[in-house]
T-cell receptor
Framework: DSGVTQTPKHLITATGQRVTLRCSPR?????VYWYQQSLDQGLQFLIQ???????AKGNILERFSAQQFPDLHSELNLSSLELGDSALYFC????????????FGPGTRLTVL | QQQVKQSPQSLIVQKGGISIINCAYE??????FPWYQQFPGKGPALLIA?????SEKKEGRFTISFNKSAKQFSLHIMDSQPGDSATYFC???????????FGKGTSLLVTP
């Protein structure tokens, strides 16, 4: 158990809908990262937050957004969902902005029908 | 574009054998190279990591070999066990704490 929690574990929704994925980092970790894992693209970095502020953006679509709250939990919002958004979404956390190990949560499996 | 290329895509090794997975990168700004292990239904977990100031790092049965001039690094699993059957990802980043650029993964099966 990495200490990173993600909810929900599974999410099934329809095209055009909006969903919110939640992540609680390990106690004391200030950085949160979101990754998308799909069969064709592998693990792709989406976005990083450090202590409430956006730090880096990767291949995140404009339909997707995220935020990190004062209690350091983070939410990833996916809107106008398409079939191709079906994937595993992982949250990871690390101690510092330049922290070492990224600890991954168990992921949220999103299925868009 | 894939910044880290990983091979092979899949690997079958007999129990007790050596598993070798290779990765290559292009961005010379990368200076942190971790390997992650992922079991079905779980998130990736850090196995071992190396920085380019050393050419090899060993932790138990797992060894990373790093060749800075060739921009390649590899994972060796000695005395492979059925419990090692998992997907392995190499990754690279500019300093730890930046986003990880992952290879596409290697599915390892260790047969009894």
């Amino acid at each position: 158990d990495s200490g990173v929690t993600q909810t929900p574990k599974h999410l099934i929704t329809a095209t055009g809908q909006r969903v919110t994925l939640r992540c609680s980092p390990r106690s004391g970790d200030l950085s949160v990262y979101w990754y998308q894992q799909s069969l064709d693209q592998g693990l792709q970095f989406l976005i990083q937050y450090y202590n409430g502020e956006e730090r880096a953006k990767g291949n995140i679509l404009e339909r997707f957004s995220a935020q990190q709250f004062p209690d350091l939990h983070s939410e990833l919002n996916l809107s106008s969902l398409e079939l191709g958004d079906s994937a595993l979404y992982f949250c990871a956390s690390s101690v510092r902005r330049g922290g070492d190990t990224q600890y991954f949560g168990p992921g949220t499996r999103l299925t868009v029908l | 574009q894939q910044q880290v290329k990983q091979s092979p895509q899949s690997l079958i090794v007999q129990k007790g054998g050596i598993s070798i997975i290779n990765c290559a990168y292009e961005n010379t700004a990368f200076d942190y190279f971790p390997w992650y292990q992922q079991f079905p239904g779980k998130g990736p977990a850090l196995l071992i990591a190396i920085r380019p100031d050393v050419s090899e790092k060993k932790e138990g049965r797992f060894t990373i070999s790093f060749n800075k001039s060739a921009k390649q690094f590899s994972l060796h699993i000695m005395d492979s066990q059925p419990g090692d059957s998992a997907t392995y990802f190499c990754a690279a980043s500019r300093n730890s704490g930046y986003a990880l650029n992952f290879g596409k993964g290697t599915s390892l099966l260790v047969t009894p």
